[in-house]
C-alpha cells in the first residue's frame, strides 16, 4: 500500500448530500442507476452509481450519502457524472453505500 499524506487527503473534497432523484441508467454498460444528490450550497450534482444489487429507487429517495465532489466531470454512455458517491465493495459486485450515522447538513464536509 501506497501511503498519502495529510495535504493528499486534505484535497479530496468529501461531501454529504441527500438523494433527491434516482433513474434507471440503462444505457450503461454494467446495471446502474442515475442519481441526482442534494449537495447544500454546492447544489445538485449528478452522479452514476453501480448499486442496483443492493437498493431499490425507492429506497434511495431522501437517503444520505458521502461522495467526492471534486473530481472532474466524467461522461459516462449518455450521462455526465459529476461526483463518485462512496461506498464498500463486496466480494460478489454489490455496494453498500456509506452514510452518516445521523441526519447532517447537506454539503458538509466529511474529515
Given at each position: 500500500?501506497?501511503h498519502i499524506t495529510w495535504d493528499d487527503f486534505e484535497r479530496?473534497?468529501?461531501?454529504?448530500?441527500?438523494?433527491?432523484?434516482?433513474?434507471?441508467?440503462?444505457?450503461?454498460?454494467?446495471?446502474?442507476?442515475?442519481?441526482?444528490?442534494?449537495?447544500?450550497?454546492?447544489?445538485?450534482?449528478?452522479?452514476?452509481?453501480?448499486?442496483?444489487?443492493?437498493?431499490?429507487?425507492?429506497?434511495?429517495?431522501?437517503?444520505?450519502?458521502?461522495?467526492?465532489?471534486?473530481?472532474?466531470p466524467k461522461q459516462i454512455a449518455n450521462f455526465m457524472s459529476?461526483?463518485?458517491?462512496?461506498?464498500?465493495?463486496?466480494?460478489?459486485?454489490?455496494?453498500?453505500?456509506?452514510?452518516?450515522?445521523?441526519?447532517?447538513?447537506?454539503?458538509?464536509?466529511?474529515?
Amino acid at each position: 500500500m501506497e501511503h498519502i499524506t495529510w495535504d493528499d487527503f486534505e484535497r479530496v473534497d468529501i461531501r454529504v448530500g441527500t438523494v433527491v432523484r434516482v433513474e434507471d441508467f440503462p444505457e450503461a454498460k454494467k446495471p446502474a442507476y442515475k442519481l441526482w444528490i442534494d449537495f447544500g450550497e454546492l447544489g445538485i450534482k449528478k452522479s452514476s452509481a453501480q448499486i442496483t444489487r443492493l437498493y431499490a429507487k425507492d429506497d434511495l429517495i431522501d437517503r444520505q450519502v458521502v461522495a467526492v465532489v471534486n473530481f472532474p466531470p466524467k461522461q459516462i454512455a449518455n450521462f455526465m457524472s459529476e461526483c463518485l458517491v462512496l461506498g464498500v465493495v463486496l466480494g460478489d459486485g454489490g455496494v453498500i453505500l456509506l452514510q452518516p450515522e445521523r441526519r447532517a447538513p447537506n454539503g458538509y464536509r466529511v474529515l
